[in-house]
């Protein structure tokens, strides 16, 4: 097991790299200067002069090799250098957002389990009945719903219903849980109800086809309690692709809910990448892609890990 | 009525009249008393890199942080015309008989918000900053001030500029909204200091910045002005989704978005609160220009250019437009209403600008047949990804250019890149604008001077007539002559050679709480943005 896990973050090292080497030549690819756009823009008295002397001060002015180079020592010291925008340290610029996204995407998830696997199950154990097709009407349409759609239609509700707004401003947990709460809940709600629809259908199917196996058949022949067998057997089992599905849909959270964000004004990291993008802020897009992945390569290994624990057969193989 | 108006005295009614409107004028004059207190809760679309005033531009700072400083001049905060110019930390000037050297008197007991007193040495290196910045310092609009010979402070309360020539607009440029004070000493130690650090002599002092959240400042109870500010604290939260924006507004989350709303948005917030909210409106100084690249044939033909031109119903597009964009004032180079704007009358003479429109457009296509394309032709118009006003105004000048058998494609390019390609020349035909932080022409006909001076010139032309005409508009120190200067130039850059055109005027619209007190509309949102005046209704 333990070489497993070591042979797991050996092989972090050559797909960050990858990632690393791939987002620095795209950024370069896309046109745009962010000189350009910061200072030139539409002032007419923007002399040539400074523009060059501000691209020097970002390195910009420095062959793409070096440029690489730099930012890669910078990386294998875990310094990820100043966004080339604002300036601040990159860590500073990420762990201010970092927080709010986190609790989303945790929230989200919270909510997207809670509603997905005693729907999922119930459908199954209710195969075709009404019980069923509300469940499948249900998750249908939370498919169908784009979350940041869902967002706008909380946001009138409460606008035109209730004449009230979430907070604007964010205000972490540990500060003050009501505010939190207030701001939060409806995007998590908004999302977590698209992302309940994804993980509500696979529990059901994966509960559909573990019922089926002969093993719980056999447990059903033995005279086991429905509850234990369901419990101990047959959900456990279904859980392993319910809890992929999750695993890659909590990463994507953290640095995917673009509009979400935008609709309920919140300071996030899917904010920060397409503010960081639109303005070429290389240095900032660059660690945000690398956190990223990392996020991804983690939850990756994370439920690679767990798969272990639910599943002996992985387990002892 | 007329005679009401005109002299009341004369008879018996008007002055009954009088009387009752003294009687209701009387609570509502108490009611303009400014009431202390309250928290200003400001939307605010876009966000600073920095700090320093000196080195960036987005209004996205102007906002946050012009509540903590002063300038030495500034804009009359009651003047709708933005033009109009005042003392702020000099309380006085004078200008020698030959226009040349600027000498201003500082107010006294003027005090930075860590209790220095403020000398003319800050001055001094403020402007030192901003005119002759160090190697390693960005100065963003020094190229306005190249005509600085020296700055000197003889005095603790004597600031005087030296020009090289006389300059109409000087006054204006000390009245930059960008030109914030800054203390000397500060900026000895560390001239980048006020990149990431705020302290000023404004009305406000500094609380905290919380990046991509709100910026908040509070009340100095030390301010010079005595008696200001009104407020206790303002909280600007950054906002980029305008949706998002109206629904605070609506929601009574902010109070004031101070840039602008859309006219739908301003419909749509109007129909929510009535008389909760309050609307201010003013042509914008912000312009929907048309670059034309005339090194693409047959662009290099000014009559294929003046076509161009002649095929816009601008005054039908003003009406129509006006709904649904952020366009509305059919205007020359200067914004209308402002004192070097041009005259309805004079207006209508430039190419485009006449009421027959049937008229203007048979022209267009004699102009069309005598540059050899009788049939028209078809090419490319570049427009700026964003939507408004840029979408509605490429599609209604697509629609006109094929009144005159011109087929125009429209190309939308991410509005990041798409000043990189009017820069390097990747276009035909494209939307442009032009903002200015203050109306002056100094400022708003820069980018139009010849390719070798102005940086921004897209259509890639070289006008020598052109740039003399800005030379002595710019010299011009008596007002009537400058005028002369600036319509010669408007003449020749919009009729002439059209090396370029206006489509309308911005639009300028801001619906805000009812609360909001003390602050009016100006054409650019750069301006009166210090909201020492600023108060909330109860």
């Given at each position: 097991?333990?070489?497993?896990?070591?042979?797991?973050?050996l092989?972090?090292?050559?797909?960050?790299?990858?990632?690393?080497?791939?987002?620095?030549?795209?950024m370069?690819?896309?046109?745009?200067?962010?000189?350009?756009?910061r200072?030139?823009?539409?002032?007419?008295?923007?002399?040539?002069?400074?523009?060059?002397?501000?691209?020097?001060?970002?390195g910009?002015?420095?062959?793409?090799?070096?440029?690489?180079?730099?930012?890669?020592?910078?990386?294998?010291?875990?310094?990820?250098?100043?966004?080339?925008?604002?300036?601040?340290?990159?860590?500073?610029?990420?762990?201010?957002?970092?927080?709010?996204?986190?609790?989303?995407?945790?929230?989200?998830?919270?909510?997207?389990?809670?509603?997905?696997?005693?729907?999922?199950?119930?459908?199954?154990?209710?195969?075709?009945?009404?019980?069923?097709?509300?469940?499948r009407?249900?998750?249908?349409?939370?498919?169908?719903?784009?979350?940041?759609?869902l967002?706008?239609?909380?946001?009138?509700?409460?606008l035109?219903?209730?004449?009230?707004?979430?907070?604007?401003?964010?205000?972490?947990?540990?500060?003050?849980?009501?505010?939190?709460?207030?701001?939060?809940?409806?995007p998590?709600?908004?999302?977590?109800?698209?992302?309940?629809?994804?993980?509500?259908r696979?529990?059901?199917?994966?509960?559909?086809?573990?019922?089926?196996?002969?093993?719980?058949?056999?447990?059903?022949?033995?005279?086991?309690?429905?509850?234990?067998?369901?419990?101990?057997?047959?959900l456990?089992n279904?859980?392993?692709?319910?809890?992929?599905?999750?695993?890659?849909?909590?990463?994507?959270?953290?640095?995917g809910l673009?509009?979400?964000?935008?609709?309920?004004?919140?300071?996030?990291?899917?904010?920060?990448?397409?503010?960081?993008?639109?303005?070429?802020?290389?240095?900032?897009?660059?660690?945000?892609?690398?956190?990223?992945?990392?996020?991804?390569i983690?939850?990756?290994?994370?439920?690679?890990?767990?798969y272990?624990?639910?599943?002996?057969?992985?387990?002892?193989? | 009525?007329?005679?009401?108006?005109?002299?009341?005295?004369?008879s018996?009614?008007?002055?009954?009249?009088?009387?009752?409107?003294?009687?209701?004028?009387?609570?509502?004059?108490?009611?303009?008393?400014?009431r202390?207190?309250g928290e200003?809760?400001?939307?605010v679309?876009?966000?600073?890199?920095?700090?320093?005033?000196?080195?960036?531009?987005?209004?996205?700072?102007?906002?946050?942080l012009?509540?903590?400083?002063?300038?030495?001049?500034?804009?009359?905060?009651?003047?709708?015309?933005?033009?109009?110019?005042v003392?702020d930390?000099?309380?006085?000037?004078?200008?020698?008989?030959?226009?040349?050297?600027?000498?201003?008197?500082?107010?006294?007991?003027?005090?930075?918000?860590?209790?220095?007193?403020?000398?003319?040495?800050?001055?001094?290196?403020?402007?030192?900053?901003?005119?002759?910045?160090?190697?390693?310092?960005?100065?963003?609009?020094?190229?306005?001030?190249?005509?600085?010979?020296?700055?000197?402070?003889?005095?603790?309360?004597?600031?005087?500029?030296?020009?090289?020539?006389?300059?109409?607009?000087?006054?204006?440029?000390?009245?930059?909204?960008?030109?914030?004070?800054?203390?000397?000493?500060?900026l000895?130690?560390?001239?980048?200091?006020?990149?990431?650090?705020?302290?000023?002599?404004?009305?406000?002092?500094?609380?905290?910045?919380v990046?991509?959240?709100?910026?908040?400042?509070?009340?100095?109870?030390?301010?010079?002005?005595?008696?200001?500010p009104?407020?206790?604290?303002?909280?600007?939260?950054?906002?980029?989704?305008?949706?998002?924006?109206?629904?605070?507004?609506?929601?009574?989350?902010?109070?004031?978005?101070?840039?602008?709303?859309?006219?739908?948005?301003?419909?749509?917030?109007?129909a929510?609160?009535?008389?909760?909210?309050?609307?201010?409106?003013?042509?914008?100084?912000?312009?929907?220009?048309?670059?034309?690249?005339?090194?693409?044939?047959?662009?290099?033909?000014?009559?294929?250019?003046?076509?161009?031109?002649?095929?816009?119903?601008?005054?039908?597009?003003?009406?129509?437009?006006?709904?649904?964009?952020?366009?509305?004032?059919?205007?020359?180079?200067?914004?209308?209403?402002?004192?070097?704007?041009t005259?309805?009358?004079?207006?209508?003479?430039?190419?485009?600008?006449?009421?027959?429109?049937?008229?203007?457009?048979?022209?267009?296509?004699?102009l069309?047949?005598?540059?050899?394309?009788?049939?028209?032709?078809?090419?490319?118009?570049?427009?700026?990804?964003?939507?408004?006003?840029?979408?509605?105004?490429?599609?209604?000048?697509?629609?006109?250019?094929?009144?005159?058998?011109?087929?125009?494609?429209?190309?939308?390019?991410?509005?990041?890149?798409?000043?990189?390609?009017?820069r390097?020349?990747?276009?035909t035909?494209?939307?442009?604008a032009?903002?200015?932080?203050?109306?002056?022409?100094?400022?708003?006909?820069?980018?139009?001077?010849?390719?070798e001076?102005?940086?921004?010139?897209?259509?890639?032309?070289?006008?020598?007539?052109?740039?003399?005409?800005?030379?002595?508009?710019?010299?011009?120190?008596?007002?009537?002559?400058?005028?002369?200067?600036?319509?010669?130039?408007?003449?020749?850059?919009?009729d002439?050679?059209?090396?370029?055109?206006?489509?309308?005027?911005?639009h300028?619209?801001?619906?805000?709480s009812?609360?909001?007190?003390?602050?009016?509309?100006?054409?650019?949102?750069?301006?009166?943005?210090?909201?020492?005046?600023?108060?909330?209704?109860?």
């Amino acid at each position: 097991m333990w070489k497993y896990v070591l042979k797991r973050v050996l092989l972090m090292i050559p797909t960050l790299l990858g990632v690393a080497v791939l987002i620095f030549f795209l950024m370069r690819v896309v046109p745009g200067d962010i000189v350009e756009l910061r200072f030139a823009g539409e002032s007419a008295f923007a002399q040539k002069e400074n523009l060059d002397k501000e691209r020097a001060r970002l390195g910009l002015d420095q062959p793409m090799w070096r440029q690489f180079v730099t930012w890669m020592w910078g990386i294998a010291r875990f310094d990820f250098g100043t966004s080339m925008w604002t300036g601040a340290p990159i860590i500073e610029e990420i762990k201010l957002r970092a927080a709010l996204s986190f609790q989303l995407a945790v929230m989200a998830t919270i909510i997207a389990v809670v509603l997905a696997i005693p729907l999922g199950v119930v459908a199954a154990l209710k195969q075709d009945t009404w019980v069923d097709y509300f469940v499948r009407v249900f998750s249908i349409a939370g498919l169908a719903t784009p979350s940041f759609w869902l967002g706008i239609v909380f946001i009138l509700m409460l606008l035109i219903v209730f004449k009230w707004l979430p907070p604007m401003v964010y205000t972490p947990f540990w500060v003050d849980p009501w505010q939190n709460m207030l701001q939060l809940i409806w995007p998590a709600l908004a999302v977590g109800y698209r992302y309940s629809a994804v993980a509500t259908r696979m529990t059901r199917s994966a509960m559909l086809e573990v019922l089926r196996e002969d093993y719980i058949r056999t447990a059903r022949a033995k005279g086991l309690w429905q509850k234990l067998i369901l419990s101990r057997h047959a959900l456990k089992n279904a859980m392993l692709p319910v809890l992929t599905v999750v695993a890659l849909e909590f990463a994507f959270l953290m640095g995917g809910l673009v509009v979400t964000e935008q609709v309920f004004n919140l300071n996030g990291l899917g904010m920060l990448f397409v503010e960081s993008v639109a303005r070429r802020d290389y240095t900032l897009t660059q660690a945000l892609v690398m956190l990223v992945a990392l996020v991804f390569i983690l939850v990756n290994f994370t439920v690679d890990l767990m798969y272990a624990w639910l599943d002996p057969r992985i387990r002892f193989r | 009525m007329t005679d009401i108006g005109v002299a009341p005295w004369r008879s018996i009614p008007a002055i009954l009249l009088l009387l009752a409107g003294l009687v209701f004028i009387g609570p509502a004059a108490a009611q303009v008393k400014p009431r202390y207190g309250g928290e200003l809760i400001l939307a605010v679309p876009s966000e600073m890199p920095s700090y320093d005033g000196h080195r960036e531009g987005t209004f996205g700072m102007v906002h946050p942080l012009a509540p903590h400083y002063n300038t030495l001049l500034k804009t009359d905060p009651n003047d709708r015309t933005g033009t109009k110019i005042v003392s702020d930390l000099a309380e006085s000037w004078t200008i020698s008989s030959d226009g040349r050297v600027y000498t201003l008197k500082l107010r006294r007991g003027v005090k930075f918000h860590d209790g220095a007193e403020l000398s003319s040495r800050d001055v001094k290196a403020s402007y030192d900053k901003i005119v002759f910045p160090p190697p390693n310092v960005g100065s963003m609009r020094k190229g306005q001030y190249t005509n600085i010979e020296a700055i000197e402070a003889p005095d603790a309360s004597t600031i005087v500029f030296r020009l090289k020539w006389p300059q109409a607009s000087f006054l204006a440029s000390l009245a930059s909204p960008y030109n914030w004070i800054y203390k000397a000493d500060i900026l000895a130690k560390d001239v980048r200091w006020y990149e990431k650090n705020v302290m000023g002599t404004g009305p406000f002092t500094f609380v905290e910045h919380v990046k991509g959240s709100h910026w908040v400042g509070k009340k100095n109870p030390n301010y010079w002005d005595k008696g200001k500010p009104y407020l206790d604290g303002y909280r600007a939260i950054f906002m980029k989704d305008s949706a998002a924006q109206v629904a605070a507004v609506r929601a009574e989350r902010a109070h004031i978005q101070f840039r602008g709303f859309a006219p739908a948005e301003r419909d749509s917030l109007v129909a929510a609160l009535g008389k909760k909210i309050t609307v201010q409106e003013s042509p914008w100084d912000c312009a929907a220009w048309v670059a034309i690249n005339q090194e693409k044939k047959p662009f290099d033909d000014k009559r294929v250019r003046r076509a161009l031109t002649l095929a816009l119903d601008r005054h039908q597009a003003s009406r129509a437009l006006s709904k649904i964009a952020v366009v509305k004032e059919v205007a020359g180079v200067q914004v209308p209403g402002t004192p070097y704007a041009t005259p309805p009358d004079e207006l209508e003479k430039l190419a485009g600008y006449g009421r027959d429109i049937k008229k203007s457009r048979a022209e267009a296509r004699r102009l069309l047949r005598e540059a050899g394309v009788p049939d028209g032709f078809a090419f490319t118009f570049t427009n700026r990804g964003l939507p408004m006003p840029y979408e509605p105004v490429g599609i209604w000048l697509i629609d006109q250019w094929r009144q005159i058998g011109l087929n125009a494609t429209m190309v939308t390019i991410e509005a990041s890149q798409h000043v990189n390609e009017l820069r390097a020349g990747n276009f035909t035909v494209s939307s442009d604008a032009q903002c200015g932080y203050a109306v002056e022409p100094d400022l708003d006909l820069a980018k139009f001077q010849s390719k070798e001076i102005s940086h921004n010139n897209y259509g890639r032309y070289t006008d020598k007539v052109l740039d003399d005409l800005y030379q002595k508009q710019n010299r011009a120190t008596d007002p009537e002559e400058r005028k002369r200067y600036v319509r010669e130039f408007e003449r020749r850059l919009l009729d002439e050679e059209v090396h370029t055109f206006i489509t309308l005027q911005w639009h300028r619209i801001v619906p805000h709480s009812a609360k909001v007190r003390g602050w009016t509309i100006t054409p650019s949102h750069y301006l009166n943005q210090q909201l020492d005046a600023v108060w909330l209704a109860e």
